[in-house]
């Protein structure tokens, strides 16, 4: 059998994406990665010379447009080597893995662009467990091709992402830091079974959220809007409790939405996460952050620092992104000392054991306050306690607390919303106190609505 040598081709074949060198796709990668270093500073500096600073989409476009051309040249380079040339489709691929990675957040970026993606949990850079806003979950790409690249691209997302300096390393093995577009990024390294790098990232899906958009989703019913926009108007300090994930910061900021919008609020937070400096419905915002100490271990301000500070910064309310800690003491005194309508979220199993944990790191705070001290300060801080569950995938608010005083080891309380059957919350009549009520209602709450039995929520 006489055997045919194949014809020699015109051109280097493409080769499809799923048969892709990885060998030539990292030459290009390498090659647009020098000519972006060598040409964007200089594009950016000549396009801004005389006139306006260049946008972060601006520069993308800008990079984007150098990386084609690049892509070109690349091409043309291989063809006279006489290498195969990537397909088309690849091309693309590497050319966007570029830009993410320099413009945006690498491998992380386009489950950051999908609406879907509620939160990532990165056990290891090969192993990403994504959930989606409907509950479901599964397993996805890599976001980074080993530890040492997952752990570099989360130095370059601190260094980038922060507005103060955010270490990781293993002197500092933890960070906890806001991305672009607000959600949130937990990281260690070197703590896990396989002393690797491992990340959660919750996101927001509303950073400018209302009581009413609550309501047309299912949180609250319309009672609740009525009555949780009154306690906002009569200026009721307000804890929102639950766990992880249920919604809290997003009530807190649908609160917050119900206050005057020249009313001068501090919020104080560990990562910057609640973003109400960037709502356009607060025009007096001014966003504090806590620091972590330098290389020295020195320069650290803590959230009870920030909580102190706020008081001399004449605010109308004070907000803590979230009670964790030696905060609680000043942040009660806040709340007590001129400050009503403040407001703090808290993570607890139930709206009763909230105040077991404000007790708890009261107890562990500097001044080491004894649980009937304790008591005393949250009856006079707190008002109410908002406590949100999930079920079956739903965020909803499944009962609310007045504080009316303390009695010892016991801090007394009145559920004036209680869980119905299906954890959502229903109102008991009566259970609220009548001073209470007509505080509400001078801030025009209407009790026909806010208390009726079989409102909203009823099938």
Not at 117 to 137: A, C, F, L, P, S
Not at 313 to 342: F, K, L, T, Y
């Amino acid at each position: 059998m006489t055997i045919h040598p194949l014809p020699t081709p015109q051109r280097p074949r493409q080769l499809p994406v799923e048969h892709s060198d990885h060998a030539a796709m990292a030459r290009l990668r390498r090659y647009l990665l020098d000519t972006l270093a060598a040409e964007l500073p200089g594009r950016i500096e000549t396009h801004q010379r005389g006139g306006p600073t260049m946008s972060a989409d601006e520069r993308r476009d800008l990079a984007k447009k150098i990386l084609t051309d690049a892509v070109q040249t690349h091409s043309e380079r291989a063809l006279i080597a006489n290498r195969p040339l990537l397909a088309n489709a690849t091309e693309r691929q590497v050319v966007t893995q570029v830009l993410d990675e320099l413009c945006g957040l690498s491998g992380l970026q386009p489950l950051l662009d999908d609406p879907t993606v509620e939160t990532v949990n990165v056990n290891r850079w090969d192993q990403v467990i994504v959930q989606y806003v409907d509950g479901r979950r599964a397993q996805v790409a890599p976001i980074a091709a080993s530890n040492d690249d997952l752990t570099d691209l989360v130095r370059t997302w601190a260094a980038r992402a922060s507005s103060q300096e955010r270490r990781f390393d293993q002197g500092n093995p933890a960070v906890n830091l806001q991305l672009p577009g607000g959600a949130r990024l937990f990281a260690v390294l070197g703590l896990t079974a396989g002393a690797v790098t491992a990340l959660s990232i919750r996101r927001h899906g509303y950073l400018t959220v209302t009581l009413a958009e609550l309501q047309q989703r299912g949180t609250i019913d319309a009672g609740l809007h009525a009555f949780l926009a009154a306690a906002v108007r009569a200026r009721k300090n307000v804890l929102i409790t639950g766990g992880t994930g249920v919604g809290k910061t997003t009530l807190l900021r649908a609160l917050a939405a119900e206050m005057d919008p020249m009313e001068r609020i501090v919020t104080i937070e560990d990562a910057f996460e609640l973003a109400l400096d960037r709502d356009p419905a607060h025009l007096d915002v001014t966003a504090l952050q806590a620091r972590e100490p330098n290389i020295e271990g020195e320069g650290a301000v803590s959230q009870a620092d920030l909580v102190r500070w706020a008081l001399r910064m004449s605010p109308d309310r004070v907000i803590v992104g979230e009670i964790r800690g030696p905060e609680v003491i000043p942040m009660c005194n806040a709340m007590s000392q001129g400050n009503d309508g403040s407001m703090a979220t808290l993570h607890a199993s139930s709206s009763q054991i909230a105040f077991t944990r404000l007790a708890s790191y009261a107890a562990q705070s500097p001044e080491r306050l004894p649980l009937e001290a304790t008591n005393l300060l949250i009856a006079g801080a707190v008002h109410f306690v908002v406590h949100l569950d999930r079920v079956n995938g739903t965020r909803l608010v499944s009962s609310v607390r007045e504080v009316v005083g303390a009695d010892g080891p016991q801090v007394v309380s009145n559920e004036v919303y209680r869980p119905g059957t299906d954890r959502r919350a229903r109102p008991v009549r009566g259970a609220l106190r009548a001073d209470t009520l007509d505080d509400l209602t001078a801030a025009g709450l209407d009790p026909a609505i806010a208390f009726k039995p079989d409102g909203w929520w009823t099938p």
